[in-house]
């Protein structure tokens, strides 16, 4: 199987929250990441968990990480219209990116 | 400031001819990263270049691909022979010389290659 994954497709109604998850294999990377990417722009790094981390939280996103299931999540509470996207998980540090294949967000007004 | 840029931002070429796509990384980064975004495939590591030192070319498919990096800046992927299946994204992204945690990679907008 694929080392890092994530279900493909997520659609939610704009107020409700988005809980986007990923999982993987190979535990030794010492961050997880999540990365947005929208229609036509390049990727951006929207968050990220060090390994060591149980849980972060920004604004409106929340990162849940369940290191003995390997188990990564993103929360976004209050979805907005502007948030429909593709979200990547990714794990690494210092060293090339290993990516999921992306979750597409739509979010229904 | 400037972010990565690259060029071209769509290819369309056809099935055996070479490609060249270029990388114009943030001024200053040392490190540079090429990926590939298809369909099916996600998104999947290339080549990484850190400084001086040689290549990680691990992720090249297959040996018609092979990238350069001039001065330390500007890099080059080209791709010999093209094949229908090399039709994807290619995205670019550099890091600074002392990269601090967590080590954030910036990205590029992406070239389109489509091999007719």
């Known amino acids: 199987g694929e080392d890092v994954e994530q279900s493909l497709f997520l659609s939610v109604r704009e107020g409700d929250s988005s809980v986007i998850n990923c999982t993987y294999t190979d535990s030794s990377s010492t961050y997880l990441y999540w990365y947005k990417q929208e229609p036509g722009a390049g990727l951006q790094l929207l968050t990220y968990?060090?390994?060591?981390?149980d849980m972060k939280q920004d604004q409106r996103l929340t990162v849940l990480l369940n290191k003995k299931d390997k188990h990564l999540s993103l929360r976004i509470a209050d979805t907005q219209t502007g948030d429909s996207a593709i979200y990547f998980c990714?794990?690494?540090?210092?060293?090339?990116?290993?990516f999921g294949k992306g979750t597409r967000l739509s979010v229904i007004a | 400031g400037a972010g990565v840029s690259q060029s071209p931002s769509n290819k369309v070429t056809e099935k055996g001819k070479d490609v060249e796509l270029r990388c114009d990384p943030i001024s200053g980064h040392t490190a540079l990263y090429w990926y590939r975004q298809s369909l099916g495939q996600g998104l999947e590591f290339l080549i990484y270049?850190?400084?001086?030192?040689?290549?990680?070319k691990s992720g090249l498919p297959s040996d018609r691909f092979s990238a350069e990096r001039t001065g330390g800046s500007v890099s080059t992927l080209t791709i010999q022979r093209t094949q229908q299946e090399d039709s994807a994204v290619y995205l670019c992204?550099?890091?600074?010389?002392?990269?601090?945690?967590?080590?954030?990679?910036?990205f590029g907008p992406g070239t389109r290659l489509t091999v007719t």
């Open positions: 270049f850190q400084g001086n030192s040689a290549p990680d």
């Open positions: 968990i060090f390994s060591n981390m």
């Open positions: 992204a550099s890091s600074p010389e002392r990269v601090l945690p967590p080590y954030e990679q910036y």
């Open positions: 990714a794990r690494g540090g210092n060293t090339p990116l290993v």
